[in-house]
């Protein structure tokens, strides 16, 4: 029988195919590997990419808020300066049509407006 | 509203004039009678006013906002004379009782003018406001007014006013005091230079101990141009400055727009208003924004055919988060 000296390489059986890499053997969680994949961008694309997103979700929340209160001001604004001259308006309207009708049905449709 | 700032108001030391009696205050729905212009002599066409009401048309446009429960009843007696009882119930200024009376005499100095006028109003507990007005004849007027408050004077006011073919002059005198010393005197001066541009000045002198140096004096220049259908009416002195634009839009919409500016009090006014009439649906609105984002509006409607008229007004101050509500409601004329 030959015998191992130093330097000599062992394969395994389970090189079946010709890829085999030592260093998949690694202990690695899932988890590990992906985090690592961060390495893959430079550090400041990286900063940029964070403070962006930061940016970008406080820049919503802060339009939501504006929004809200933008809109409370303008409604309640127009609900105490607006909407009564309005809604007076309009029941004046319909009780001219009305008057209009009720003229036009006991004189006839071809009275002048006075 | 937006901020009036009378000389007299301005100082702390002193108070305001009577305010008007309820009997005579009240919406554009409610104009007291001397106040519509049905008939301007011949000779008095082209005069400018009084100064107190130089910027008048601007400032009425302003609704002034109430909270709270107000109920009023006016009766008239007789054909001069004219009483209201209003009741207020509010939790923020205290609730109670007024009687106010009018009495405006039958003799007429001219067409327009009464010979004389008596407005007072007081309550249970002896707080009187009274003002009279005498008419000498079409020219001159003087006015005399005055408050008690817990028995007694809080503020007597006399004055006089002439008012010749293009131009006014008044004089006043508030809270006089010989023994001390005290007073306020106003001399005020107003000029039409064309029948569109008017100017005055107002020059106001008060003694009070409590000044350092015993006196102090203001002096204020003012204007006011008339266009078509707008007006624009400013003033500037030493106790501030202020300007004031008032547009007819059509004949339901007015607008106005006013700054004021005091360096008593240090602050500036900005505010915006309009007033919505539509006399045939008997219905009448006075909207404002200040500049402290305070929106308030002022409804009123009568109810016919009764002679009754509700009131409703809304008071919203953004910053404050802070809402009033007030409600009247009149009946009589």
Known sequence: MFGLEGGDVVLSSSSRDGDYLPEDDDDETTLERITALSEMFPESVRKGTAKTIEFMVKGVKKAYSWGRTGTWFFFSTAIITIAPVLLEVEKYQ???MQKMQQRQMLLGPNVARS | M??????????PTILPPPPPPPGQGGGSLNEPPQQQETYVSEKLKNNPGSYEELHKKCKELFPLPFEGAKVMI??????GF???HSITMSSITPSGYRFGSTYISAGMVSPQDPAFVLIADIDP???LNAQGIVNYNENLRFKYASQIMNSKFASTQLTADYRGREWTATGTIVNPNIFNNTGIGVVQFLQAITPKITVGAEIMLQKSPQIPGGRTTMLSLCGR???DESVWSGFAG???LGLCYYRRLNEEIQIGFEIENSIVQQQTNVALGYQFDLPKANFSMKAMVDNNWTVTGVLEKRLLPMPFMLSL????????SQFRLGCGFTVGV
């Open chain 1, 94 to 96: 319909m009780e001219e």
């Open chain 2, 238 to 240: 030493t106790g501030g």
């Open chain 2, 2 to 11: 937006g901020m009036n700032i009378s000389r007299c108001e301005a100082d």
């Open chain 2, 82 to 84: 004219h009483i209201s």
């Open chain 2, 74 to 79: 006016n009766k008239s007696l007789n054909q």
């Open chain 2, 313 to 320: 007004c809304g008071s919203l101050n953004h910053v404050k």
């Open chain 2, 225 to 227: 141009y008339t266009g």
């Open chain 2, 125 to 127: 507990s002896a707080n």
